[in-house]
């Protein structure tokens, strides 16, 4: 698979497909995740298409370890910026539960 994914580019190495598709799928969830969890699907294969291109890179000699690792990297941060999002507003509609509990307890000793 990945003999048919390495782009040959100014050099006379070739670069690992797999490493340039790591990088772009990286930067689109790092951008995505603010709009849609589908980022999270993009930065996961993000991280997988950065390992295994890893992995083709030593055995093959080929380019773009440095797009691969950027790639894994922004697929990392793109989850983590997911986690926090999701820390902060479980947090504030806990809040928002406890506060309208409150008044909901509040109204009915009124009725009372």
Request: proline share 1%; hydrophobic share 60%.
């Amino acid at each position: 698979m990945e003999g048919k994914l390495a782009i040959k580019m100014a050099g006379s190495q070739k670069t690992s497909g797999l490493a340039l598709w790591s990088l772009i799928l990286g930067i689109i969830s790092v951008i995505v995740i603010f709009i849609s969890p589908l980022a999270l699907i993009l930065s996961t294969v993000a991280i997988i298409l950065g390992i295994i291109s890893l992995v083709s890179i030593k055995k093959r000699g080929l380019k773009g370890k440095g797009m691969a690792i950027a790639g894994i990297i922004l697929g990392v941060v793109s989850i983590l910026i997911f986690a926090v999002i999701n820390l902060f507003l479980s947090a504030a509609v806990g809040n928002q539960l406890a506060e309208s509990e409150g008044a909901l307890d509040r109204a009915a000793q009124k009725l009372e």
